[in-house]
């Protein structure tokens, strides 16, 4: 029960079917985006160390530093440091994605296609995505729970290489075990990472015609 004084400071009610109007909401949308931008911040240094030292030697303070926040704060954005390394690997396949769907919608044949897929990859991995590289060297890092959260988009990236070998190999391009060959692909054009320097005699499109034409004989010809 309220008193005639308690009654006198309460907000009035909104009339039926309309809502009161709610301070503050610009200030918290602003808010939002403030946070969104922090936390982009943050995913970028923490790949770049994780690419860096690895992702066991890097610790939390490490990426709030490289930022300029104490090391508590960062808890405001991720719960666990494994959680910093879901996002980044989320992220990194999320450009990967990006860089190669339009050149594998412009190739009209298998080939074609799987030049463009090797152009993308190659790409991603040499052209400062630290996020792919990530991937690549700490798969092994995340706990179970944490793989089911990303399994879907490694999923999606690896059935676009299946589709595309099985189609070489209905041309008769390619045979054997399909798994295997895009492992073997994958591994080599991987393993660049330890060699390739982009100042050299092969270009990413130059170096991709290379592999292309070691997993499919002849393909360069008709790429």
Same mark, same amino acid.
Request: some cysteine; glycine content about 6%.
């Given at each position: ?77 991720? %719960? $666990?440091?494994? /959680?910093? &390394?879901? #996002?980044?690997?989320?992220?990194? =396949? +999320?450009?990967?994605? %990006? $860089?190669?769907? /339009?050149? &594998?919608? #412009?190739?009209?044949?298998?080939? =074609? +296609? ?110």
């Amino acid at each position: 029960m309220h008193t005639a004084a308690e009654a006198g400071t309460r907000r009035p009610r909104a009339a039926k079917g309309t809502r009161a109007p709610r301070s503050g909401v610009k200030c918290r949308r602003m808010k939002t985006n403030d946070e969104s931008a922090r936390k982009v911040e943050l995913r970028t240094a923490a790949a770049h160390l994780f690419r860096k030292v690895g992702y066991a030697r890097a610790t939390v303070r490490d990426v709030a530093k490289a930022v300029g926040l104490q090391s508590g704060s960062i808890f405001y954005y991720y %719960e $666990t440091k494994e /959680e910093i &390394l879901v #996002d980044v690997m989320r992220e990194g =396949m +999320r450009r990967f994605m %990006e $860089t190669v769907m /339009e050149p &594998l919608r #412009d190739a009209t044949t298998p080939v =074609m +296609r799987l030049r463009a897929l090797l152009i993308g990859h190659l790409k991603a991995l040499h052209g400062g995505n630290d996020e792919l590289a990530v991937i690549l060297s700490e798969w092994r890092s995340l706990a179970p729970n944490s793989r089911r959260k990303i399994v879907k988009q490694r999923d999606e990236i690896e059935a676009m290489w299946d589709r595309v070998l099985r189609e070489l190999a209905a041309e008769g391009r390619v045979r054997g075990d399909l798994a295997i060959l895009r492992l073997a692909l994958l591994g080599a054009a991987n393993w660049s990472l330890q060699w390739y320097d982009e100042r050299g005699r092969l270009s990413i499109d130059a170096l991709a015609d290379q592999l292309l034409d070691l997993f499919v004989p002849g393909a360069e010809k008709t790429a």
